[in-house]
């Protein structure tokens, strides 16, 4: 990690981006996996409701917009996956001469239509199971976070995300198994960040690495999945989880802009530390290794000819809009100014800063509640 006054950015270089891709999960198989949380249950004896007016208005609304996975969603739909991995082939075809990438003299040299479409194909199992293991990622923390924040509107909120990420894993991993053709296992850096998320002691870090961090970036993803799915159940299943996800993400700017108020520059350092890492973690690290093993190439070889440079990833509006929701939380949170604004310059390295004036999320969740303009309008008819 760096220093205050340091400049060195912990960005994957050449060497270490094979290392690093040439890792998979190598207990796929395994169905347990175990975290150590490291943390105090805190009850409060103070249950004075609405003392935290905005987390109790969070609270009622997530309490209004409940939805069920089983019955609110057309499970009926017909899925082709493979017409959509023809299209998706298509666009990486182009994306693939946009960057002038050689293939001569690798494995790929020798690949047709017919690889890269079965590429496409795993890509999407693969990006989809990542989905489902981030959600069960949210749903532990969430649980945690109802144990060890120490204000009441907050538990009570906490509470009703456990149930909203519990309905996430179940769509999800129904997806996969009617509509998909295929699990994969949890990406090995998506754990590894998910396991520091949950390690930490600290209360409001869980918040921070999930509600901040990993879920401001899933908004980001859904919503461009979202864009780009021809599917009519994935977006409506999409559109729903966004809409649960818009409030988690606000949970975590109303709670953490209180607390963060009251902390030391030195405490706010540890912040901006812990969420740069996880920036960077995010960006660089997620490359469908597994995907690349089941499909008989070695992950660090794909990765050393397909992955971005820093330069071109910080001139890709898909990777910079990863951080559109990211950016102005951290900006809501004082985490981009403190310490002489060491995260904004970091975030700078990182091509995202742009976004600092964009909408933070701590209002748009009334907005985006797909799920009461359904009901509206379906009551209207
Ligand atoms: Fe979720
Ligand atoms: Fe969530």
Known sequence: MTDVAGTDVPTAGADSLEALMGRTNSDADAVIHTVRDNADVIFTWSYDKGERASLSKLYEKAKGSQWNGTTDLPWETEVDQESFARSLAQMDAQTREARGTDLSGTVFAKWGTREWEAQAFE?????????????????ACSAKIVETVPWIDAKYYASTQVMDEARHVEVFARYLDEKMSGHYPVNVHLRELLDDI?????????????????????????????????CPLLRQLLRYVM??????????VLSLA????????????????????????????????????????????????????????????FQQLLFSKIVPNCKKLGLLDANDGWLRKRFDTLG??????WADT????????????????????
């Open 123 to 139: 890509l999407q199992n693969w990006t989809l199971s990542q989905f489902l293991h981030g959600e069960q990622g949210a749903l």
């Open 198 to 230: 949950l390690s930490d002691s600290r209360w409001d870090m869980t918040y921070l690495g999930m509600q901040i961090m990993v879920e401001g970036l899933a908004l980001a993803s859904f919503g461009m999945a979202h864009a780009v799915t021809p």
């Open 243 to 252: 809409s649960d996800e818009a409030r988690h993400v606000a949970f975590g």
């Open 258 to 317: 209180e607390y963060y108020q009251q902390l030391t520059e030195a405490e706010l350092l540890e912040r901006q530390e812990f969420a740069f890492e996880a920036a960077v973690r995010m960006r660089d690290r997620f490359m469908a290794q597994e995907m690349w093993e089941r499909l008989g190439v070695p992950p660090g070889d794909a990765a050393r000819i397909f992955a971005a440079t820093p330069e071109q990833k910080n001139k890709d509006p």
């Open 352 to 357: 995202v800063s742009q976004f600092e004036d």
């Open 362 to 381: 701590s209002t748009d969740y009334e907005v985006l509640d797909e799920v009461s303009k359904d009901r509206s309008a379906a009551s209207a008819d």
